[in-house]
C-alpha cells in the first residue's frame, strides 16, 4: 500500500523507520524561517561529474547520486555529494523521481525526470467482482495525471513544509493528451505545478538537461516567479513549444519548400519557366516536366532536412540564451560547482533582503536588492577587489565574489541595517508627531516613568543637550 501517493518511504522495522526519519530531518531547518543545515562535505565541490548525460533511455538517480561503474567498479560520481540523496514517493507515479539531497552540504529538495518508458498497476477492486488487475505503461519524458500532481506535491513538501531550494531538472516533452488522461484531470495536475511554483518562497533552479517541450515549458517557465525562479540550459539540451518536425509541418510546408528550391537552384528554376512557355512542343514539355519532377524528387528532401537543422537550431542552448529565455548556459561536467555558488548566493542575499525589510519594513523587495547591490560596488571600490567581469555584469554574474563579500563584509552590514532600522522608527515617531504632537508627548512621557533609571537619565541629558543646542 505504499505505493498510494500518500506513504513517502517505507521501512523494513521500527529501528529503520527512525533512521530514516532522522536523516528526513537532517534536511530540514530546525523551525520555521531557521537558516538551512548546511553540514561539512568530504566531497569536493569543484569536482567534476563522472557520468555523462545518456542520450538514450536512463535512470536519472545515477545523475543524481552516482554510480558504481559495472566493468570496472570505479565509483562515478553524480551532481549531488555522495550518499545524500534520499529519494521519497519512490514507489508511486515512477516517471518522476523526487527527493533531498546536499549541494556541498547545502539541502535542496530534488526533481528528475525517469526517461524510461514505467509501469502503473491499478488494482482490482475487491468490490467489483468484474474488476481486474490493470498494468498501464507510461512513457518517459512525459507528465501524466499522476506523475504531475507527485510533482506539484513535491514542490509544495519543499516549500510550505520545509523551506528548501529547489533544483528541478527538466527533460519533459510534454503532457499526456490521451482523452482517459483528460478525464483524469491532467490539465488540473498541471496547474497545480503553477500554483506551487507561484507560491515558492526560496531559490528555484531549473536545469535544462534535456528536452523541455509544450505545456511542460509553460509549467516551468521563470516568468511564473521572477523573483525566486531561474532557467539554465545544459550546452546540449533543447527547448521550445514545438519539436524541429512539428514546426516545420506547420510553417514550412511543401510551398515554401519548392519556393526554397526555386531560389537556391537556377537549373529547376529555369525549367519552371520554360515549362511556363506557350510555344514549348508537346514532346519538349513533356520531357521537361519529367525532369522537373525528377529534380523535385531529388531536392526535396534535402531542402526539408536543411529546414529541421534551420529549426532545430532555434532550440538549441546559444539561441535560448540570446532570447533570455535561459540565464546561462551550463555545461553538465561543471555543473555542480557552478550551482553551488549561485544557491550559496542566492541563500545569503534572500538572507540580507530578509534582515533589511525586517530592519525597514517600508522598503520593497526590488529596492532591498537595489541597496544590496549598491553596497557591493561601495564595498569592493573601497577594497579595490579585482573582478575579471565587465562592471555592469559584475553584480549579476560573479556569485563567488559576492559570497564572499557578504561573508567578508558583514560587520559592516550589520552597521547599515542598524542605521536603516533608526531610519524607520524616527519616520515613524515623525509621522505620529504630525497626526497627532500632544498624545505623542503624552506617552513619551507616561514610557519615561517606567523605563530603567539609567536609560532615564540618558534621555533626559539628550533633552537638555537638544535645548541647549537650539538656544544657542
Excluded: C
Amino acid at each position: 500500500m505504499h505505493r498510494n501517493g500518500v506513504s513517502h518511504m517505507v521501512a523494513t522495522n521500527d529501528m529503520n523507520g527512525v533512521e530514516q526519519i532522522l536523516k528526513w530531518l537532517s534536511y530540514i531547518p530546525k523551525n520555521r524561517d531557521a537558516p538551512l543545515p548546511i553540514l561539512p562535505s568530504d566531497d569536493p565541490i569543484d569536482r567534476p561529474i563522472d557520468i555523462p548525460i545518456p542520450t538514450g533511455p536512463y535512470d536519472p538517480r545515477h545523475l543524481l547520486a552516482g554510480k558504481q561503474d559495472d566493468e570496472t567498479g570505479e565509483w562515478l560520481s553524480g551532481f549531488f555529494d555522495k550518499d545524500s540523496f534520499m529519494e521519497t514517493l519512490a514507489g508511486w507515479a515512477k516517471g518522476v523521481v523526487t527527493g533531498r539531497a546536499r549541494l556541498g552540504g547545502i539541502p535542496v529538495g530534488v526533481i528528475a525526470v525517469d526517461t524510461r518508458t514505467t509501469e502503473t498497476v491499478i488494482w482490482a477492486d475487491p468490490a467489483n467482482d468484474a474488476s481486474v488487475e490493470q498494468t498501464v505503461p507510461e512513457a518517459g519524458q512525459v507528465w501524466f495525471p499522476n506523475s504531475a500532481f507527485k510533482t506539484a506535491q513535491a514542490i509544495q513538501d519543499f516549500n510550505n513544509g520545509e523551506q528548501l531550494p529547489l533544483i528541478l531538472f527538466a527533460n519533459w516533452r510534454g503532457f499526456s493528451g490521451g482523452q482517459s488522461d483528460m478525464y483524469r484531470e491532467v490539465l488540473k495536475y498541471g496547474a497545480y505545478i503553477v500554483d506551487a511554483l507561484r507560491d515558492y518562497k526560496q531559490p528555484v533552479f531549473i536545469y535544462l538537461i534535456g528536452e523541455l517541450r509544450g505545456g511542460a515549458w509553460v509549467v516551468v517557465d521563470p516568468t511564473i516567479n521572477p523573483d525566486m525562479m531561474e532557467m539554465y540550459a545544459e550546452t546540449n539540451s533543447r527547448g521550445g513549444v514545438l519539436e524541429p518536425e512539428g514546426i516545420v509541418e506547420i510553417k514550412f510546408r511543401k510551398p515554401q519548400l519548392l519556393a526554397t528550391l526555386e531560389r537556391l537552384d537556377p537549373t529547376y528554376k529555369n525549367i519552371k519557366a520554360k515549362l511556363l512557355s506557350k510555344t514549348l512542343a508537346t514532346d519538349e514539355k513533356a520531357e521537361l516536366q519529367a525532369t522537373f519532377d525528377r529534380r523535385e524528387k531529388e531536392f526535396l528532401p534535402v531542402i526539408h532536412q536543411a529546414a529541421l537543422m534551420f529549426a532545430d537550431l532555434h532550440d538549441k542552448p546559444g539561441r535560448m540564451f540570446a532570447k533570455k529565455v535561459v540565464s546561462r548556459v551550463i555545461d553538465w561536467s561543471e555543473s555542480r560547482e557552478f550551482f553551488y555558488f549561485r544557491l550559496l548566493r542566492r541563500i545569503s542575499e534572500e538572507s540580507l533582503v530578509h534582515d533589511i525589510q525586517t530592519s525597514s519594513p517600508e522598503t520593497t523587495r526590488i529596492e532591498a536588492k537595489q541597496l544590496i547591490e549598491k553596497w557591493f560596488h561601495e564595498d569592493t571600490k573601497m577594497t579595490e577587489v579585482s573582478i575579471d567581469i565587465d562592471d555592469e555584469d559584475v553584480f549579476s554574474d560573479a556569485d563567488l565574489e559576492v559570497v564572499r563579500w557578504l561573508s567578508i563584509h558583514r560587520p559592516n552590514l550589520d552597521e547599515r541595517l542598524a542605521v536603516l532600522k533608526k531610519k524607520m522608527i524616527k519616520k515613524r515617531v515623525g509621522d505620529l508627531v504630525d497626526l497627532d504632537a500632544p498624545v505623542v508627548f503624552e506617552s513619551f512621557l507616561s514610557v519615561l516613568k517606567t523605563i530603567d533609571p539609567e536609560k532615564r537619565r540618558m534621555v533626559i541629558e539628550a533633552l537638555a543637550q537638544a535645548e541647549l543646542t537650539g538656544s544657542n
